[in-house]
């Protein structure tokens, strides 16, 4: 495997800093012991880590970290993401369901209105947890962004994401029947956008693994009645994904597929796995250098490299890993 040298992990219990030299995976240094940290970025020299009760930051590689959450009035933070072509320009998704900005490197965070209004109006909620609703994941091209809102739809921003509101294709009602052909289900877990298009787009829910190429205006979908949290789209190639489906939340028999023709067909990429994993799967992938990462939602973090997709286990030791971060 290829992957970049330091990795800092987000956990149930802190962050922990990790090296990797010619023996794998080494711990350097732990920090925010005792708070339960849900999700991680790094750029520029500055880590931002997102937990259940607000945000910090680390100027130091994860060694010290400061209180970095002025203006965010919704705490418990379950997705952080920059925009890829802007410093100082970052987001926090929230549970319940709110999207919060950031022009100052997280010194300052200003709240988007019409987010919570879209959430009241239409009575987001999450089946496992009394707030309503959550925000779990962004996607940036350019001045276009979207956003997944669990369970509400997606979201759709064409200022860069100072301001956002439903995509078309997007009802915002919370409903986990199939819905009528064109539209997304109202459960998304994670949006991915693609290069090739500022319009092409990916939402993983729980029907699925749907696709738009107007922006998000009309969907179709493609693994259709799988339960389904994460996918990677290849940068180079819209029609190669990895997919990480399961039979349903409450029995799960996760997996992981692969397709190269657009979602026609799909085969298994789980080479160094024993799977279907009977009560778990995979809830997040990240790309670090040449080599895709998978977090299982247990915790577990498997790397594989690309192209090959031949999966291990790293971070052994470390438990209930939420997210990751190549520093």
């Not at 952080?80 to 950031?102: C, K, M, N, Q, R």
């Not at 994993?277 to 995979?282: N, R």
Request: net charge negative; charged share 25%; proline share 4%.
């Amino acid at each position: 495997m290829e992957l970049r040298n330091m990795l800092c992990a987000a956990t149930d219990h802190g962050c922990i800093v990790f090296e990797h030299d010619q023996n794998g995976w080494q711990e350097k240094w732990r920090g925010l012991g005792g708070r339960r940290v849900t999700s991680i970025v790094a750029r520029e020299g500055v880590v931002l880590a997102g937990t259940t009760d607000g945000i910090v930051r680390s100027d130091d590689g994860g060694r010290t970290w400061f209180e970095a959450d002025t203006g965010l009035s919704l705490r418990h933070v379950r997705w952080l993401a920059y925009h890829p072509d802007t410093s100082d320009l970052e987001f926090a998704g929230t549970e319940p369901a709110g999207i919060f900005v950031s022009h100052d490197g997280a010194g300052s965070w200003r709240g988007c209105t019409e987010v919570e209004a879209l959430r009241d109006l239409h009575r987001w909620f999450l089946p496992y947890s009394p707030q309503a609703g959550c925000v779990r994941s962004f996607a940036f091209h350019g001045r276009r962004a979207y956003a997944a809102v669990e369970v509400g739809g997606v979201l759709r921003s064409d200022d860069a994401g100072e301001t956002w509101r439903l995509a078309r294709g997007s009802t915002g009602e919370p409903r986990f029947d199939i819905p009528t052909p064109s539209l997304v289900h109202a459960d998304v877990h994670s949006v991915v956008a693609h290069a090739d298009s500022v319009d092409l787009i990916f939402a993983a829910t729980a029907e699925g693994l749907y696709r738009s190429q107007d922006g998000g205006d009309t969907w179709e979908v493609t693994h259709a009645g799988s339960y389904c949290r994460a996918v990677w789209v290849d940068p180079t190639n819209a029609d190669h994904m990895v997919l990480s489906p399961a039979d349903s939340i409450s029995r799960m028999n996760g997996r992981i597929e692969e397709t190269r023709d657009g979602g026609q067909n799909w085969q298994p990429a789980s080479d160094g796995l024993d799977l279907p994993w009977p009560g778990s799967m995979v809830e997040r992938f990240a790309l670090v250098g040449e080599d895709l990462l998978a977090i299982s939602n247990d915790g577990r973090v498997y790397a594989a490299a690309l192209p090959t997709l031949r999966w291990q286990r790293i971070l052994s030791g470390t438990e209930r890993v939420n997210a990751v971060a190549a520093l």
